[in-house]
């Protein structure tokens, strides 16, 4: 949180233009839905809003964090410290107290934090959640509820919009049993009336982002979203975290676009029924992550050979194996380019916050039917689940209507022409020559033919590597936040964007001269990025993954295999969490510090 | 208009399709494979049924039977080992317009396919299936197979197979198949009348063929060809009751050759069909908003 601060409780109002909100219970708490109405409040007063969750993996429940930071200007993180704690349990303030900042507001629940250290300046404010819940609904109503009272204490301590805050939570609660929503605000009303002590009250200087439709949403429905406005109408895939929460809404609302969406056995089929429908003349998808998207090379490997469009959707978590399901990673980048046998060219996206998985969904769509090739979006945990707030869409401006051609194709057409990107002449399409195509996973001749012919094989191995080619020319290079030339350039992908870029202005603030690239197209890398290099002493790309054998993370070891230049590092971590601005900073200063 | 694309092409033109149209590239089989007579049949039943020949789609995975669709001269792809029916899968239920053809072998059908039969049969996408079933690995040059009998050498079993084999009809009828025939390479008219009524049949269609390898496995199925003095036993329907799955089982218990013809046929609804019943549904509901326009209020309730 920057100035002012909050440590002094006093009688006067303070303002403020953010706070970190970390709230520590169990997964059964409803602590999720505290944090997701104060996400979407945030989203409806102008604010800025990043959200960061903990899951157990286990469905009985357990341990779980979420932490809101709600800012009035750019929120870009979030957050490394919390500014207000609120512990529901006695292993919720053992675990998360370290995480409270200096002079930081912890709120516990009297009636199950029992010890308390006071150490760091921290304030302390015992309230009898439970109890106090109960007191307001009435003994049957015992612990549930008291997620409620936490959101009407929070939103009085720091002076949200009350209205605004009732509206979305009877909104939330309408859609269920009336005596739901009758409830909830009861418990919500003896946490905004209850009378803390001596705690200051906040109130945030006005929100910054005054555009009309901000909506507040995770990085999974956006992408879902993003690929019904691309034109997606089919795809297939079989459940896993976090990628399941794409195909359940997909499968929901495929049918309302006249689509289908599949769950099928196991990933193979699904890659396999997703290929099905590209072949069909469709734009088709599928999705998973972590040991899901093993599973599906063979077949991707198969649709770069037979140059079938597709989008193939990783939300990548941690690994090897069953790794950390519920953890964020970004272990996959290699796999996403060369993971199927063989020269298999592909391209590979990564979304850079929750807005751009839209974007991204729209740009995987265009890419896949311009090169008539797999695209593979690597999105990641943290995407996935954190809530941010922001403009809509342009529904009008990027609806992209789904077609499929079948007019018939005249005498010249071949499926797999050496001297032209392939263009397919799906099933139902006459074919004036009275030859009908093969599509094949063995190698072939412009016909489809199967062809072991040494010259064949080299020249359609050109033609499909041609697209890389063609695509590293027409890609956007990315732009530099920070300075354009100095002491270090960062570079992130995927989620790693946000910490990246406060982590540049932090360094900068110090007096370094650093700037900072966010890498959208991965594979092929945009034509250029040499000429931006130049102009840095160092080059640190800086990623969730392990800097294995050679002490670089994957998009370094590709970063220097592409310019061979030593100046070229890495900051990378595997600790199953998303980076910490101060964690980069350390890294970047390392490296500096080094010459 | 309820699919989400329009799959309607220009007026049909009657345009009568020959046996010869559909021939594309000499098969690669060496002579005297079962394969052959299967391919000679499947022209013979096109051109009877008169299928438009842009809409006849013939796909396969790996193997030897699974070259078919090179030979065959429509729109046709090639696929990798054991995974071509849910490729299928995805074309029947994104395109209704065209008819879904699925060749194969036992390899690729009941064992690195084998999982994926089993959920294509129980939701009954349609599609007409079949199994080229020659008791051996002949792409890959004699390896034991899943229908392999026991006691029968391989170069993976020098001593004879000990893996009890898998009995198809029995698979297939407990797979939740809607349509389940028997049928040999070498009764070219057995196999035109089961070809028909499959590929008739609305719903998840599949047909094993013993069709003889004669390079690894010659004579392995001359018990069920008189003219090699065995018997071709046809199923009398008569006597059968074909939705009965218990009789069928019964049937599929004979030791070989065994019985031919039609085990079981039930009518049920096709996924393709229920699909869609939920797509017209969910349309319905919205009054005939544009797709646009859903996308939009979608995002309007997020504000
Ligand atoms: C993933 C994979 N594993 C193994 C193979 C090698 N392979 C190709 S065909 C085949 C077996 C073919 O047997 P079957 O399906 O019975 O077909 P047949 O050749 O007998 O007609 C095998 C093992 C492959 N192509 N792909
Ligand atoms: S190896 Fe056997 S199955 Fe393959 S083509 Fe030859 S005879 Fe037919
Ligand atoms: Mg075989």
Redesign the pocket.
């Known amino acids: 949180m920057s100035a002012p601060a909050v440590s002094v409780p006093s009688s006067s109002a303070h303002t403020l233009r953010n706070a970190v909100i970390r709230l520590a219970g169990n997964s059964q708490d409803g602590i999720q839905s505290i944090g997701g109405f104060l996400a979407r409040l945030a989203g409806r007063t102008a604010q800025e809003v990043m959200t960061y969750m903990t899951i157990p993996s286990t469905i009985s429940g357990g341990p779980s964090i979420f932490q809101v930071h709600l800012g009035s200007g750019e929120v870009l993180t979030a957050g490394d410290d919390a500014d207000v704690l609120v512990a529901f349990y006695q292993h919720s303030y053992d675990s998360h107290i370290s995480a409270l900042r200096n002079g930081g507001i912890c709120l516990y629940d009297s009636g199950e934090v029992t010890e308390i250290k006071h150490e760091r300046g921290i304030h302390y404010f015992g309230i009898p959640f439970t109890a106090a819940t109960v007191e307001a609904l009435g003994g049957s109503a015992r612990d549930r509820g008291k997620n409620m009272l936490v959101l009407g204490l929070i939103c009085a301590v720091f002076g949200l919009d009350k209205d605004k805050l009732v509206t979305i939570v009877s909104r939330q609660f309408g859609k269920k049993d009336e005596s739901v929503l009758r409830n909830a605000l009861l418990a919500f009303d003896a946490g905004y009336a209850y009378q803390i002590g001596d705690l200051e009250k906040f109130t945030f200087v006005p929100g910054e982002a005054q555009d009309a439709n901000r909506i507040s949403t995770d990085g999974n429905q956006m992408l879902s979203l993003g690929l019904l406005a691309a034109g997606v109408r089919y795809g297939s895939a079989y459940p896993i975290t976090p990628w399941s929460p794409i195909m359940e809404t997909l499968r929901s609302e495929l049918p309302k676009y006249g689509g289908v969406f599949v769950q099928a056995e196991d990933e193979l089929a699904a890659v396999s029924m997703a290929i099905g429908a590209a072949f069909a003349g469709h734009l088709a998808i599928t999705g998973s992550s972590g040991p899901g998207i093993s599973l599906k090379q063979?077949a991707l490997g198969y649709a770069s050979m037979a140059e079938l469009p597709l989008i193939v959707v990783n939300v990548q978590r941690g690994g090897p194996s069953t790794g950390l399901p519920t953890s964020v990673e970004q272990s996959d980048l290699m796999q996403a380019i060369y993971g199927s046998h063989g020269d298999t060219p592909r391209f590979v996206l990564a979304p850079k916050d929750v807005e751009d998985c839209f974007y991204i969904a729209l740009e995987a769509g265009r890419i896949a039917r311009k090169y008539s090739c797999p695209v593979i979006i690597l999105s990641d945990q943290a995407l996935s689940s954190r809530i941010e707030a922001f403009t809509e869409p342009d529904v009008d401006k990027h609806w992209v209507e789904p077609s499929l051609d079948l007019s018939p194709r005249g005498e010249d057409f071949r499926p797999y022409p050496l001297d032209k990107t392939t263009r397919h002449a799906p099933p139902g399409t006459k074919m004036a020559a009275g030859k009908y195509p093969h599509i094949s996973g063995l190698e072939h001749d412009e016909w489809g033919h199967p062809s072991g012919n040494a010259k064949m094989h080299q020249e359609m191995t050109n033609k499909r590597r041609q697209k890389l080619l063609d695509a590293a020319a027409e890609f956007p290079l990315p732009e530099i936040h920070g300075e354009s030339a100095g002491d270090a350039l960062l570079i992130a992908w995927g989620s790693a964007w946000g910490p990246v870029k406060e982590a540049t202005d932090r360094l900068r603030s110090e007096g370094y001269h650093v700037g900072a690239a966010n890498m959208r197209h991965l594979h092929p890398m945009p034509n250029g990025l040499e000429k931006i290099i130049a102009g840095y002493k160092h080059v640190i790309a800086v990623e969730m993954n392990d800097s294995g054998a050679y002490g670089f993370g994957q998009l370094a070891m590709l970063l220097r295999a592409r310019y061979a230049d030593p100046k070229i590092k890495s900051v990378c971590k595997t600790d199953g969490l998303a980076f910490r601005v101060r964690e980069i900073v350390t890294g970047v200063e390392k490296h500096l510090a080094a010459n | 208009m309820s699919t989400a694309i329009d799959t309607t092409t220009a007026a049909p033109v009657a345009e009568k399709l020959t046996k010869k149209q559909l021939i594309a590239d000499h098969p690669t089989w060496c002579p005297g494979c079962g394969d052959f007579a299967v391919l000679a049949v499947f022209y013979k039943v096109l051109e009877k049924l008169q299928i438009p020949q842009e809409k006849i789609v013939v796909v396969a995975g790996?193997?030897?039977?699974?070259r078919f669709p090179y030979f065959m001269n429509t729109h046709s792809l090639h696929f990798?080992?054991?995974r071509a029916l849910p490729l299928a899968t995805g074309i029947s239920l994104s395109r209704p317009d065209v008819h879904v053809f699925v060749f194969?072998?036992?390899?690729?059908?009941f064992s690195?396919g084998g999982n994926h039969l089993n959920h294509a049969a129980r939701k009954n996408i349609r599609l007409t299936y079949v199994i080229?079933d020659?008791f051996?690995?002949?792409?890959?040059k004699n390896?034991t197979?899943p229908t392999t009998p026991i006691g029968r050498k391989s170069k993976t079993d020098p001593v004879g197979a000990i893996d009890r084999p898998i009995n198809p009809m029995k698979q297939l009828l407990a797979s939740g198949a809607t349509f389940i025939g028997r049928t040999h390479a070498t009764q070219v008219k057995h196999m035109d009348e089961l070809f028909t009524r499959a590929i008739e049949h609305d719903g998840f269609s599949v047909i094993e063929c013993l069709s003889e390898?004669t390079m690894f496995y010659p004579g392995a199925f001359d018990d069920g060809n008189p003219r090699k003095g065995g018997a071709f036993d046809v199923i009398d329907e008569k006597q059968h009751d074909v939705k009965d799955d218990v009789a069928a089982f019964k049937l599929a218990d004979l030791p070989s050759p065994g019985k031919f013809g039609v085990f079981y046929q039930v009518k049920r609804p096709t996924k393709n069909e229920l699909e869609q019943r939920w797509i017209d549904d969910s349309q319905a509901k919205l009054g005939g908003a544009s797709q646009k326009d859903i996308l939009k209020k979608r995002f309007e309730a997020m504000r």
């Not at chain 2, 790996?62 to 699974?66: A, L, R």
């Not at chain 2, 194969?104 to 059908?109: E, N, R, V, W």
């Open positions: 063979e | 790996i193997g030897c039977s699974s990798i080992h054991g194969g072998g036992d390899g690729d059908g690195i080229m020659n051996v690995y002949g792409l890959t390896q197979s390898c």
